[in-house]
């Protein structure tokens, strides 16, 4: 069985500060990892993924992602927070094989806010 | 710009209505699937099909069907709308291949059931 918890359903930061958004999983099988954003009444849009290889994914809008095994853990993170950041994301888990293959399963999502 | 379309965005209906919402991708995916929405809650997967006239449940159980005898098309019915439907419900698909390919959402449809 998979799951996902995301830390924290509110994050504020300051535009131009550091975005860390926290995120857990478990997984009986090797994960494939995945990060969405939603915009309002808008569906989910990728952001990044791990499948396998370098542990440190990179994706759009300057976001990144490091597969930490041993935590099991996949923290999102970009340097700088804009305005346009404002959005909620979300992290979520498949596993390669199982009962559960190719199907994801998403953790609760954490609403970012970014003030000026 | 989405490859996969939702219709209607927004809908009102009477309780004990029949409804049908549309989901068309033009990306050629063998893999569909519905999610359902509510705010501050994970998505959760209702149905899922991995090709034509093949259809599943997913992990939350849900008075809805689905069908699926077009690749490019999987619509959801509910034969009798309740308040307890109200919801967002978002369409998704994937292509089939080695590995897990990402998901391509639709922009949903909010489904309100006065």
């Known amino acids: 069985a998979q799951s996902v918890t995301q830390l924290g359903s509110h994050v504020s930061v300051s535009e131009g500060a550091l975005v860390l958004l926290r995120c857990n999983y478990s997984s009986s099988v090797p994960p494939y990892l995945f990060w969405y954003v939603q915009y309002p009444n808008q569906g989910l849009q990728l952001l990044l993924k791990?499948?396998?290889?370098?542990?440190l994914v990179k994706g759009i809008n300057g976001f990144e992602a490091e597969f930490k095994k041993s935590e099991t853990s996949f923290h999102l993170t970009k340097p700088s927070a804009h305005m346009s950041d404002a959005a909620e994301y979300f992290c979520a888990v498949s596993e390669y094989g199982g009962t559960s293959y190719g199907k994801l399963t998403f953790g609760q999502g954490t609403i970012l806010t970014v003030h000026p | 710009e989405a490859d996969i379309y939702q219709t209607p965005r927004y809908l009102v209906i009477g309780t004990g209505k029949k409804i049908t919402l549309e989901c068309s991708q033009t990306m050629g995916h063998d893999k569909m699937y519905w999610y359902q929405q509510d705010p501050g809650m994970e998505l959760h997967l209702i149905h899922y099909?991995?090709?034509?006239?093949?259809?599943e449940k997913g992990d939350l159980s849900s008075e809805s069907t689905v069908s699926r005898i077009r690749t490019e098309h999987f619509p959801l019915t509910l034969e009798s709308a309740r308040p307890s439907h109200t919801s967002q419900y978002l369409c998704?698909?994937?292509?089939?291949?080695?590995?897990?390919?990402?998901?391509?959402f639709g922009n949903g449809t909010r489904l309100t059931v006065t």
């Open positions: 791990y499948t396998t290889g370098a542990t």
């Open positions: 099909s991995y090709g034509v006239n093949s259809t």
């Open positions: 998704a698909s994937s292509k089939s291949g080695t590995g897990i390919s990402p998901l391509h």
